[in-house]
């Protein structure tokens, strides 16, 4: 997502970090191990502009004193790889054109402004897959959009337009398991979408907590 919008992060010791702001909802910096430098990761994002957030990866930072309230927290979440799939409603498919991912957008934000987020660049990333679920009267009801790795596959933005992950997961679910049947399935989800996530065949993994900066 920050290369379709231009940004450039990079990895440290115990954080990926982006230097100038990411777009919105995605943060400005990610632990990947315990115990990081907070100084060190604080220096290496920009807090003057508004709304810079830290993914707290294992909910074990304290970054009150530089400034940040924690804005949520949630669970990582694991699905391993060959469970089950639940039979779908809906017809599922692959975002491949900027109209199409235009409507995915449009279902996705339901009119929250928001709808720009998802740039075209997005499609050129080999990695990053944009599942869309079809209604029998041929509106986009569901999706999520998938990130493979080389031994996982990460799922976000998890939507329906009417019943929620309920109605979402299913086409998820089997659009993974039918494009990635050797991968695990990994994400994270808090209060109510968590329940559903577990009840999909989800296991909790351990805590993680996202910090907004407060100036």
Known sequence: MCRAH???????????????RTPLYYPDAVTLEPGADVGAL?????????????????????LAEAGFRVLFEAWWIHRPAGASAPVPDLAWEI???????????????????????????LLADPETFVI??????????AGAVASR??????VSNVFARDGGPDAAWPV???????LFPTL????????????VALRYGFEPLGPLRVWTHSG
Request: hydrophobic share 45%; aromatic share 8%; charged share 20%.
């Open 172 to 178: 998820v679910l089997h659009a993974l398991a039918t």
């Open 132 to 141: 869309l679920g079809r209604a029998a009267d041929g509106r986009i009801a």
């Open 42 to 62: 604080v220096a290496r994002i920009d807090t003057v502009s508004p709304g810079a957030s830290v993914k707290d990866g294992f909910a074990d930072l304290e």
């Open 6 to 20: 231009g940004v450039v992060g990079g990895f440290g010791g115990d954080a990926w970090a982006a230097p100038v």
């Open 184 to 195: 695990p399935v990994v994400g994270y989800e808090q209060g109510d979408d968590l329940t």
């Open 95 to 121: 975002v491949d054109d900027p109209g199409s991912l235009r409507a995915w957008a449009l279902a996705w934000d339901a009119g929250g402004g928001n709808t720009g987020l998802f740039r075209p660049e």
């Open 149 to 154: 790795s080389e031994h996982v596959v990460g």
